[in-house]
């Protein structure tokens, strides 16, 4: 599978962590991050990671930034996506079975801790259930594609200016 990946500065350190576990499990990365210790702004790679996979170009994304709630908050405001904050194992579960979660937000210090690997695998094997939660995460896709019909465009939307970053 194909993996958009992008990070912040405070994520950057663990992107080789984060390749070498995806390749342990089959799949590809697709770097999308900052290059560069210097800070830089985390929606920048949260607009980049959240639209490749809304267009289809990636299957899912992972995201890291400080907290992980930044890249979680900018990655959702793309139609299609449905980014989850993940802190433990049980929340990479249910995000994947309960709410077929596409992007994962994770944080600098569940990152840099003996859970990262777990998490990124149970992530990655978890399938949606299905049935009562389709029932739900249908509701999100057809709110999504009433408010585009509303305002006449059928394409995921986020604001990004990605080559503009604080520095």
């Known amino acids: 599978m194909k993996v958009a990946a992008g990070w912040d500065h405070r ?40 639209n490749a996979v809304a267009r289809g170009e990636c299957a899912r994304g992972v995201l890291i930034c400080g907290t992980g709630m930044g890249m979680s908050i900018a990655a959702n405001k793309v139609d299609g996506v449905r980014a989850a904050l993940v802190y433990d194992e049980e929340t990479a579960r249910v995000s994947r079975t309960h709410n077929n979660a596409n992007v994962l937000c994770l944080g600098e210090s569940t990152a840099d801790s003996p859970l990262f690997e777990p998490i990124i695998g149970l992530w990655f094997n978890s399938t949606f259930e299905g049935g009562r939660h389709k029932r739900r995460v249908d509701k999100i896709t057809r709110y999504e594609s009433e408010r585009n019909h509303k305002a006449g465009t059928d394409q995921p939307r986020a604001p990004c200016d990605c080559s503009q970053s604080a520095r």
């Open 11 to 50: 994520g950057r350190q663990f992107h080789r962590r984060l390749e070498r576990v995806l390749e342990k499990l089959g799949h590809e990365l697709l770097d999308m991050g900052c290059d560069s210790d210097d800070p830089s702004d985390y929606p920048d790679s949260a607009f980049r990671v959240a």
